[in-house]
């Protein structure tokens, strides 16, 4: 099975604070997205990557920046995290091959920001 | 504009009974259309996609969907529904020739389920 890992499930920080969060796919998938999830809002992506050092901004990329070093890692960067921020964050990744069909999740973190 | 909705924000089912959630969407050609589910502290899951063909289209854990050109639909169905489907549902879309362009996701109906 697919395995889609975020490193922490719970996260508080602090307003200001630069904050780092990680995925790691074990499938040898080409693609990978951040998305943040609302009540009322759904899932609004910020960053996708559809290779390498390769990443393109989604619906609401402003206060988050990306970064893909290597295939199997995407990390997603609050560069000075704001309250507005605190959210549950979802990681996904799929396989490059035709149309992007199958969108394998992590579990997610959530983030409260104080 | 383009979009996909999902008119209902919260629905309640008795288990056993009938289930149908909504999804219109609003694309210039039919696009690819899917159904997620995320589970209570989980991500999301794929249940069933439409891409051509057959209209009802059968996914996993019992479910299916129906798509309707007419009216712009794909509706999602159960015939009886199980305490352990209490979840929130996605619709998704993805416009036809459009490169590399990510899924879009509506907004997500949750479903409680009542015995």
């Known amino acids: 099975d697919v395995k889609v890992t975020q490193s922490s499930r719970y996260l508080v920080k602090r307003t200001g604070e630069k904050v780092f969060l990680e995925c790691v796919q074990d499938?040898?998938?080409?693609?990978m997205f951040w998305y943040r999830q609302d009540p009322g809002l759904g899932l609004r992506l910020i960053y996708f990557?559809?290779?390498?050092?390769?990443?393109e901004k989604g619906d609401i990329p402003e206060g988050y920046s990306v970064s893909r070093e290597k295939k199997e890692r995407f990390s997603l960067i609050l560069e000075s995290a704001s309250t507005n921020q605190t959210s549950m964050y979802l990681c996904?990744?799929?396989?490059?091959?035709?149309?992007?069909?199958?969108?394998?999740f992590g579990s997610g973190t959530q983030l409260s920001v104080l | 504009a383009q979009s996909v909705t999902q008119p209902d924000i919260h629905i309640t089912v008795s288990e056993g009974a009938s289930l149908e959630l909504r999804c219109n969407y609003s694309y210039g050609a039919t696009p690819y259309l899917f159904w997620y589910v995320q589970s209570p502290g989980q991500g999301l899951q794929l249940l069933l996609k439409y891409f051509s063909g057959d209209t009802l289209v059968q996914g996993i854990k019992g479910f299916e969907a129906e798509f309707k050109r007419s009216q712009s639909s794909f509706n999602l169905r159960k015939p009886s529904v199980h305490w352990s489907d209490a979840a929130e549902y996605f619709c998704a879309v993805l416009p036809r020739n459009s490169g590399n362009t990510p899924l879009v996701f509506g907004k997500g109906t949750r479903l409680s389920v009542i015995a």
């Open positions: 499938m040898d998938h080409e693609n």
């Open positions: 990557s559809y290779d390498v050092k390769m990443k």
């Open positions: 996904a990744s799929s396989d490059g091959l035709g149309v992007v069909e199958k969108l394998f």
